[in-house]
């Protein structure tokens, strides 16, 4: 994974817009082969993660670095009230014989005790172990066996019982608590007798080589691995993107930052962003659900001035503002309303980058008009008072980003794994760049191996899988973490992020075929639900598609169908598959015929995390459902077409 012989370093540029040095390293050809950017936040040489809540306790006592959600109101927690919690409950651990190293396993949704008991644990010496509330015993019981995890605190009794199912067959079950039944009162009142000085001590003897936690992949494929994220790994990650990106987003908003975390903290995304915000005093509230439904009420509430997302957020935002303007008679309105969108956020973006003179009268106009008639409505699902976003998780479809652009939200793209502590990549301020994921976070360097695998290299890149060396080994050489992704860097560093490797898909006519390029632009249109392309040693491309149960109700009553109409019915409807079709021919835009879709299935089933088709970050496990629909797979392929 060395540097090529025959690769020439560029100049180093700097600049307001990337606020930092890119370096960039050519082959022989000019092809930008690797992008470096300099770090901005010192790495640290003494002291841990753990030590946030009390800096901020000695530094602002007074100052508001949460907002808890408690008898119908949001609730100010301040830094001095927050480290007090955190070292009552780091007593508790103690009490209950959790020694330096040893490991807890929290088993929750997000929120707000999510946060404390991550810090305690910390301050106790100890590693925190993420489980997805959504795990299965047999996959509960595979991360306490393999974490050696001690002690567990669930969220729910439904989540103890798996605990115990999952264990019980283990020499030693863990010692459970219930988050719903006072977890964090009962671990205060037993740390009663531990004095305060001594977690100070276990405090002070981390260092930023100690390992801060396991956190296990989503598994797509095979067993979960636990990845070796040390309390350097965090900091990388959280100061880096903290001194890019928040001065921007105080400077511009005029605001006291503030962001609502919905997605899971069990994922490295949602675990990263908590850190972030704690390191920058910026006020983190929690919702323990990203359904659309629950969401929006506590957007509405919070008025966070930035949000961190995954794809299907914007898609569902956009979806929904769509229905609304339909159900009022306005849809044709609305579709001129999109088309604008993204012509003016290409033209003002080719301005800002120096490609073009920028809209012209015409274009602002009618921008104008559709942000009083649309655009300001999408603000407003967001709360009214954000400005800014991040997504991750997967590709936004670029036209979705548009959209939100003219909207008035930029979306700032990020790419990265849980082997790389969260964002490896992300768009810079004042530099977005639609359909990529941005340039290297500070202090990272990201490199286009010969095969077209995107290789990281940096202080965000883990140490390796807990108990299984060759694994680790296998992807990490000589300092790069191979991802298994394949992309490429454009002449300014940008990466753009075309698929993974083991999914492509080589059809009978030996055409290679990125599925992610399709199913990302599927999703976000409606009435499509989820989908998996396929094609592998078959003479086309194909898919089958589930239908959104949000989108197949708005679809019912604008043509005022019963609401009850089974599925069976709805998937051979030629009205229902003309909607899906048009999704269809837009991704097929983004590639050649050969590789575009030419016959689809829709089917009444859904994935879910429940039936082992989504990982819980919402992730296909393609293989699970090739082998739950290899019937349907093969009935695609029955007629000629």
């Known amino acids: 994974m060395g540097v090529r012989k025959d690769m020439k370093r560029a100049k180093q540029r700097t600049g307001p817009m990337t606020r930092g040095r890119i370096e960039l390293i050519r082959d022989g050809a000019g092809t930008v082969r690797e992008a470096r950017a300099a770090r901005l936040a010192p790495a640290p040489t003494t002291g841990s993660t753990a030590d946030l809540p009390y800096t901020n306790a000695s530094e602002a006592p007074d100052a508001v670095v949460l907002r808890r959600r408690k008898g119908g109101a949001w609730r ?3 830094a ?17 014989g959790l020694e330096p ?68 067959g283990h020499p030693e079950p863990p010692r459970v608590w219930q988050l719903d039944a006072d977890a964090l009162a009962v671990l205060a009142a037993s740390g009663r007798g531990v004095p305060d000085e001594e977690v100070a001590e276990r405090r002070a003897a981390l260092t930023p080589d100690t390992v801060a936690t396991l956190c296990y992949t989503s598994g797509t494929t095979g067993r979960p691995k636990g990845c070796v994220l ?24 005029g ?11 069990a994922h490295v995304l949602g675990r990263s962003l908590q850190i972030a915000c704690l390191l920058a005093r910026i006020e983190l509230g929690h919702c ?21 997302g995954v794809p299907y957020l914007f898609e569902k935002i956009h979806d929904t503002a769509r229905a609304t303007a339909e159900k009022i008679g306005r849809g044709a309105s609305f579709e001129r309303a999109d088309r604008v969108a993204v ?22 106009a009618a921008r104008a008009l559709y942000d009083l008639l649309v655009y300001r409505r999408v603000r407003k699902e967001l709360g009214g008072r954000t400005r800014y976003a991040i997504s991750g998780g997967s590709p936004l479809d670029r036209n979705l980003n548009l959209f939100f652009y003219a909207a008035g939200i930029i ?38 191996a010969d095969d077209g695998e995107v290789l990281v290299e940096g202080g965000v890149v883990f140490g390796g899988y807990w108990n299984d060396p060759a694994a680790g080994e296998a992807v990490l050489r000589d300092g790069w973490f191979a991802t298994g992704d394949l992309g490429a860097l454009d002449d300014d560093g940008y990466l753009t992020i075309t698929g993974r490797k083991k999914d492509i898909l080589v059809t009978s006519g030996g055409k290679n075929v990125a599925p992610a390029v399709l199913e990302d632009r599927l999703r976000s249109r409606p009435p499509v639900g989820q989908c998996l392309v396929v094609g592998d040693n078959r003479p086309y491309v194909a898919a089958l598609i589930t239908l959104d149960a949000d989108s197949v109700a708005h679809w019912l009553a604008v043509r005022r169908l019963p609401a009850d109409t089974p599925l069976a019915d709805l998937v051979t409807d030629p009205r229902l598959r003309a909607d899906v079709q048009k999704a269809v021919d837009y991704a097929n835009e983004a590639v050649s015929r050969a590789e575009s879709i030419r016959a689809f299935r829709l089917i009444t089933g859904e994935f879910t995390e429940d039936n082992g088709l989504l990982t819980p970050s919402l992730k296909v496990r393609r293989h699970a459902a090739v082998a739950a629909y290899a019937g349907e797979i093969e009935e695609l392929y029955r007629q000629e077409r």
Do not use: C
């Not at 965090?234 to 890019?244: G, I």
């Not at 003016?344 to 490609?355: N, Q, T, Y």
């Open 76 to 78: 100010p927690v301040t």
């Open 80 to 96: 001095a009230a927050f480290a007090r919690e955190v070292t009552d409950v780091a007593r508790g651990l103690m009490a209950a």
């Open 101 to 168: 190293g040893g490991r807890v396993a929290i088993m929750s949704r997000t929120r707000y005790e999510w946060t404390v008991l991550d810090f305690a644990v910390w301050a106790a010496g100890g590693q925190s172990v993420p489980v997805y509330p959504t795990s299965s015993p047999d996959q509960i019981g595979w991360i306490v066996r393999d974490s050696g995890a001690r002690f567990v605190v669930a969220e729910t009794a439904e989540n103890a019982r798996a605990v115990a199912a999952g264990t019980a």
């Open 230 to 253: 040390t309390h350097a790994n965090l900091h990388a990650e959280a100061a880096n993107t903290v001194e890019l990106l928040h001065p921007l987003f105080k400077e511009v908003t």
């Open 255 to 265: 605001q006291v930052a503030s962001t609502l975390l919905f997605l899971p903290i």
């Open 288 to 308: 323990p659900s990203i359904r659309p439904d629950e969401l929006r009420p506590a957007l509405r509430e919070f008025r966070p001035t930035f949000l961190v």
């Open 343 to 364: 012509r003016f956020g290409e033209a003002h973006l080719a301005a800002l980058s120096g490609r073009g003179k920028g809209p012209g009268p015409g274009l602002r």
């Open 411 to 448: 979306v700032h793209e990020g790419y990265g794994l849980t082997e790389t502590t969260a964002a490896a990549t992300i768009v810079p301020p004042l530099s977005p760049r639609p359909g990529t994921v941005g340039l290297p976070v500070p202090g990272t360097a990201v490199r286009i």
